[in-house]
């Protein structure tokens, strides 16, 4: 099993000062860096094999590899067009993609508990999906909306009429086999090819669960704790909200 770390993005919206900006990854808590909590929780669930898209600042990146000394080192791939949509950034690990085994696709701006990663990894392989049912209504979130248990949307806003049983928020984490990793990167191609660079990766990945033909796992994770730090205030609510309640923060011994 492979993971890409999705971690090329300027973090506009934290609103710091130009020259105090840096890769949401290297976010600290408890002396600790997302990145390194990631590292950390992959493999303490037997995932080694990790690759870090990479764009803006990415020395930052290297020099925290360098400090953490994490063998094996996870392979870096640059996006130089980081300023451009995310979509893009999932065009650069295309060989990531499409290597063969199962694939972990994941946000790098997360806090969570551990116990949301092992209901990703955990079991035969499988292509599976997020959900947290506990979500802040708004159009923040990403919404995954299930039918009798079937994917019908994946998106921040709702088309209205639409018809679902459960919505809940996608965590930002995907597992996908090998064939359905194929798929999206085939999808994604299509979108860099026909000018749609400056699009969220998860339209792609909306297509991908729409086109039907392969049944999704859905894991509920509602209850645990996890954030996505977008904004100056999710900075604040991960320590002062999520931190405390983690029962193993991410990899990292208390």
């Known amino acids: 099993m492979r993971a890409i770390i999705l971690a090329a993005g300027l973090g506009l919206r934290l609103q710091q000062p130009p020259e105090q900006q ?6 600290r808590f408890q002396g600790v860096t997302l990145l390194e909590r990631h590292l950390r929780a992959l493999r ?5 094999e990790v690759e870090l898209a990479l764009g803006f600042q990415p020395e930052r990146i290297d020099e925290e590899l360098d400090r953490i000394g994490w063998q094996p080192r ?25 290597r063969g085994g199962d694939v972990l696709l994941m946000d790098a701006d997360v806090l969570y508990d551990e116990a949301i ?3 990703l990894v955990q079991g035969e392989s499988a292509d599976r999906l997020l959900i947290d049912r506990d979500f802040e209504a708004g159009d923040e979130p990403v919404k995954l909306c299930l039918r009798d248990g079937v994917p019908v ?3 921040k806003q ?8 459960t919505i809940g928020e996608s965590v930002g984490f995907f597992r996908f086999r090998e064939g359905t990793a194929r798929r999206l990167a085939q999808i994604v191609d299509g979108y860099v090819s026909s000018g749609r660079q400056n699009m969220p990766h998860e339209e792609a990945v909306r ?5 039907g033909g392969r049944p999704y796992e859905v894991a509920d994770v509602t209850g645990l704790p996890w954030i996505e730090i977008d904004f100056p205030g999710d900075v604040a609510r991960a320590e002062n909200e999520v931190l405390p309640r983690l029962t193993q923060a991410a990899g990292v011994t208390r």
Do not use: I, W
């Open 22 to 27: 840096f890769p949401k990854c290297l976010l």
């Open 44 to 48: 303490a669930l037997g995932v080694d």
């Open 74 to 98: 996870p392979r870096s791939v640059l996006n130089p067009r980081f300023d451009l949509g995310s979509v893009l950034t999932v065009h650069t690990m295309a060989d990531a993609l499409t």
């Open 117 to 119: 990663l092992r209901a």
């Open 153 to 155: 949307e994946l998106r």
């Open 158 to 165: 709702l088309a209205v009429g639409l018809q679902y049983d």
């Open 207 to 211: 297509d991908l669960l729409l086109e």
